[in-house]
């Protein structure tokens, strides 16, 4: 089989950038590893980024997440009791949109099967070969067959784990990583949310108030790293959210049915440069984001949107200067965003190694914003449009 673009992964960053493509008129082959029904049922996060939304829409493929998403105008931060509300389109002309990634991923694939693109499910990408050719070689394994998918430039969308890191030449990229103390515990509860995500910083540590509709409501506590979801009860769950939220009437959060608990360990990840040859990586192949800022999926749709740009010219133009300089232009915008979230979860987390100066500079931070507008909208700023890219 041949292809202009061979992509590794059907997450949004592999998605997103095979959809952007065929508007150019340029042909890919979408490559995944696991089954429709996994990729469409991985639960993520849900907060889109005005960038996201806009590029969803622009593919025309926006419909549902404009009727079943949520409109989120509000970021509120408590501490010692208080609450700091940001008005986030007083504050920046925009909102957020509450609709699930997983929902996201389905509106893609979807709409990629039912015009029959070429989407390949249960396929094993084996070795990426000729990265330094011009004709590059993605060797991938499906229904016990072993197979080779021809190309001019391949797209590495698969993840942490994925192949195509892993293919780069051995000391081409340098890594980053910044591992955290602490996890969080999150579930999904038949509880109506509260109005606005509510981050909370308690002496007994982080917690979030979220939703994934106007019946569901994500809810998450800081634990330590080696807690287990089989250690918390329902009761023990709602008490510890009561708590740190501040609800001492135990009016404000809604309890509900809990059907769904996880534990997500928390690291900072980038890997540079995000190309070599003819191979580019996006998504979490080449960065890991904290999820306090939630950025994730947004970083992946602002990289797939600089790289179809990119290999559009290359198209074009047969100019490689726009991809030549794909990985540069991404990752000042990946480490601002790193940034973002790093300083939302030294801001609202209880550490281990914090003394009490480094806790009463944290509260004293946290006031400082409480009575500036000027601190209120660079956090809601870098909230709603941090991921944003230029066409």
């Known amino acids: ?14 998605l997103f950038l095979a959809h952007l493509l065929k508007r150019q008129g340029i042909e890919s082959v979408v490559l995944e590893l696991r089954s429709r029904e996994y990729a469409e049922g991985r639960v993520r996060a849900g907060v889109l980024e005005a960038g996201t939304i806009d590029t969803l829409n622009n593919l025309g493929l926006g419909e549902r997440m404009m009727r079943e998403g949520l409109v989120d105008n509000g970021l509120d931060m408590r501490f010692n009791g208080r609450t700091i509300h ?83 030449p051995e000391g081409v990229i340098t890594t980053y990583t910044r591992a955290y103390n602490f996890a969080w515990l999150g579930v999904l509860a038949k509880a109506a949310p509260m109005s606005d995500m509510t981050y909370v910083n308690h002496d007994n540590g982080f917690a979030l108030c979220s939703r994934r509709s106007a019946s569901i409501s994500r809810l998450y506590l ?26 001492d009437g135990r009016t404000e959060i809604q309890e509900g049915e809990i059907f769904q608990r996880d534990i997500a360990q928390l690291r900072a990840f980038i890997a540079s440069p995000m190309q070599h040859g003819n191979l580019f990586l996006a998504g979490d192949a080449v960065h890991i984001v904290p999820p306090t800022g939630a950025k994730g999926l947004n970083m992946a749709v602002a990289d797939a949107r600089i790289l179809a740009r990119s290999m559009a010219a290359y198209f074009s133009s ?17 480490w601002k965003t790193i940034r973002f979230s790093a300083y939302m979860t030294g801001l609202l987390h209880r550490f281990d190694e914090h003394s009490p100066f480094d806790r009463g500079m944290q509260l004293t931070e946290l006031d400082f914003i409480s009575q500036s507008e000027a601190a209120q909208r660079a956090i809601a700023e870098q909230y709603v449009k941090l991921s944003d890219v230029a066409d």
């Open 1 to 14: 089989m041949k292809t202009q673009v061979a992509i590794i992964g059907a997450g949004p960053a592999g």
């Open 86 to 168: 940001l008005d986030l389109p007083g504050l920046t002309g925009r909102s957020v949109r509450i609709y699930g990634q997983q929902e996201v991923v389905r509106d893609l694939i979807g709409a990629r099967v039912n015009e029959g693109d070429p989407l390949i499910f249960e396929a094993e990408v084996v070795r990426i070969e000729g990265i330094e050719t011009s004709a590059p070689r993605v060797h991938y394994k499906q229904g016990g067959e072993m197979k080779v998918l021809e190309c001019a430039f391949v797209a590495g969308c698969d993840g942490f784990h994925g192949v195509s890191r892993a293919s780069m």
């Open 222 to 247: 800081q634990v330590p790293p080696s807690d287990r979801p089989e250690n918390w009860t329902d009761a023990r769950i709602w008490d510890e959210l009561h708590t740190r939220m501040f609800d």
């Open 318 to 334: 047969n100019s490689r200067a726009e991809l030549d300089r794909y990985s540069a232009e991404c990752m000042a915008r990946v």
